[in-house]
């Protein structure tokens, strides 16, 4: 896309414009290349000075740059609990696992025919389709808000994903306000679900988007309230120190209205059956996501199932006891195990409930779910002046 | 030499204020409200590179959160096409510049005088535990008071929408 210079006026804002962008990508990319070197142990302000000082030493760099190995931080954040793991594990197995489940509970039989078993490639072929797809965006549409809303749900759902303690060294970050943080990540998505709705400028997108808003912020105070019984057992906000302190018990048998309360409210977050209003498909064809097709689609399906593992493996650090269980099996793979276990029993709503109305949905949320915290609270605070419970065990 | 926190320092700042402007300054509201939304990030950032996540955390919640999605629900009930069409009188323009410049040049000479420029000694970095020992210990007549004055303005909303819905037929 190139754009005509015809007056100096252009001409002026054409320079102003360039110079702008470049400023913004060396901001955006410099950090970033700061802490990749820094992770392989060169610091690039140093070389830098360094090279300015003596041109010799860029060959130097050259040869050691080729002999460094990966480190295990970059590891951590591409790979194991990372990334790569998260997407191929939610988006790629889980799709295919939650179509298979459902289909087999309603009596249906699910994919088929793609790839050697029960249509396991399915996935695939649906990628495929997706990326050869054109992105269409709506003539009335506002293209760069249309555009970042997908970006910025794959951003939440990343950085939920960094938060969740895999195995006592599988983490990326480990805050000693983790919980809070998890919330606050939590708390951006009516955000996103609004701007797609409005961005979209159709009728089906804002809808779904208000529905959104509305569902969200109801539950998220339950869902806050809900976890206070845990913070309060634990004496730690640290997702790390939840788990390290239920070595002895796990948190949902002392406080099981509480993970009941924190599943409920899961359910309603991740916009899944029976608090799919949002994207109602029988009402709001797709809900705030109505407008949004090829890729842009994809990312939204990637970044709500990365999502979906990521918030099931707080259910787990929570209230399942993270990486503990009987030694011979490694702690990645009891985490693993757990977070699938929690997955399945969120995708069997699916299978058999119809959809919440409106208004028993928000009643539900604002009035029933709230009272429950409560008394969960109660009930956490009473365990602890009791002396039943210390960090660690009974 | 410049140090890494120089650099986040300067980029934090540059999203603040950007973001602030953008708000103001947007043609179209929610592209301003967005731009507020930036800018409680950017300030959220400052408080991690203050060694303060209590607060950085606390930042975003709320403010990003809560707030941002409360003005642009706002917004966009409201929203009638493109806002802002006329631009302002060369004489408001002229008035606006020099309060903004004396506001700051007056801010700028108080934190000169003040002692907040001499504290750069290294402290500890407080825990969350020891702010919620000083707020449930020492300020807890503050808080209980805060308390009453949120529950003030619960029911004084409630009254508000419950006249509302009386003038209905």
């Known amino acids: 896309m190139t754009k005509t210079i015809l007056t100096f006026r252009s001409f002026v804002r054409h320079i102003v414009w360039l110079v702008a962008w470049l400023l913004v990508i060396v901001a955006v990319a410099s950090v970033p290349a700061y802490f990749i070197l820094d992770a392989f142990g060169i610091n690039l302000l140093t070389l830098i000075s360094m090279v300015l000082a003596n041109p010799q030493v860029l060959p130097n760099f050259m040869i050691s740059l080729t002999q460094t190995q990966p480190t295990e931080s970059l590891f951590l954040f591409t790979t194991f609990p990372g990334f790569t793991f998260a997407a191929l594990f939610s988006s790629i197995l889980m799709i295919w696992v939650e179509r298979k489940f459902v289909a087999k509970i309603q009596l249906r039989v699910g994919p088929q025919y793609a790839g050697k078993y029960g249509g396991i490639l399915q996935n695939f072929a649906d990628l495929f389709k997706l990326l050869f797809k054109e992105i269409i965006i709506p003539d009335k549409a506002d293209k760069k808000v249309f555009i970042a809303v997908p970006l910025a749900l794959m951003f939440v759902a990343g950085s939920l994903l960094a938060l969740v303690p895999a195995a006592p060294d599988f983490y990326i970050a480990n805050p000693s306000v983790g919980v809070i943080f998890v919330f606050a990540l939590i708390g951006l998505s009516p955000i996103i679900a609004l701007l797609a709705g409005w961005a979209s400028n159709s009728k089906y997108s804002f809808l779904g988007g208000l529905r959104a808003l509305h569902q969200m912020v109801a539950y998220e105070i339950p869902m806050i309230l809900s976890v206070l019984g845990v913070v309060v057992l634990s004496g730690s906000l640290s997702l790390v120190s939840i788990v390290e302190a239920q070595s002895g018990i796990w948190f949902i048998l002392l406080q099981p209205i509480g993970a009941i309360v924190f599943f409920v409210a899961l359910l309603a977050e991740l916009e899944r059956i029976p608090f799919d209003l949002p994207e109602a498909d029988s009402e709001l064809v797709a809900g705030w996501q109505t407008e949004y097709s090829g890729m842009t689609f994809g990312i939204f399906t990637l970044a709500t199932y990365i999502k979906f593992y990521a918030l099931s493996g707080v259910f787990t650090v929570f209230f399942l006891g993270g990486w503990f269980g009987p030694s011979p099996v490694p702690p990645e793979v009891w985490f693993v195990l757990k977070t699938f276990l929690v997955m399945l029993v969120m995708m069997l709503p699916r299978a058999v409930m119809p959809r919440v109305r409106i208004d028993t949905l928000l009643r539900g949320g604002w009035t029933k779910l709230m009272v429950l915290t409560f008394v969960n609270l109660f009930l956490a605070l009473l365990i602890v002046s009791l002396g039943l419970y210390h960090a660690g065990g009974l | ?169």
């Open chain 2, 1 to 169: 030499m410049v140090d890494l926190t120089d650099i986040v320092f300067v980029g934090m700042s540059v999203v603040v204020v950007g973001g602030a402007i953008s708000a103001l300054e947007a043609r179209e509201i929610v592209y301003g409200a967005i731009g507020l939304a930036f800018s409680f990030f950017g300030v959220a950032g400052l408080f991690f590179l203050l060694d303060a996540p209590f607060v950085a955390v606390f930042q975003i919640t709320v403010y990003v959160g809560a707030v941002a999605v409360l003005i642009l629900f706002t917004v966009m009930l409201v929203r009638e096409g493109r806002w802002m069409r006329d631009s302002l009188s060369s004489t408001g323009r002229l008035v606006g510049v020099l309060t903004a410049v004396v506001l700051a040049v007056s801010l700028a000479l108080a934190f000169a005088a003040s002692s907040l420029l001499k504290t750069a000694e290294q402290a500890t970095a407080p825990s969350f535990t020891g702010i919620g020992q000083y707020i449930a210990v020492q300020y807890a007549p503050a808080l209980e008071l805060l308390g009453l004055v949120l529950a003030a303005a619960i029911l004084g909303a409630m009254m508000l929408a419950k006249v509302e819905r009386k003038d209905k037929p």
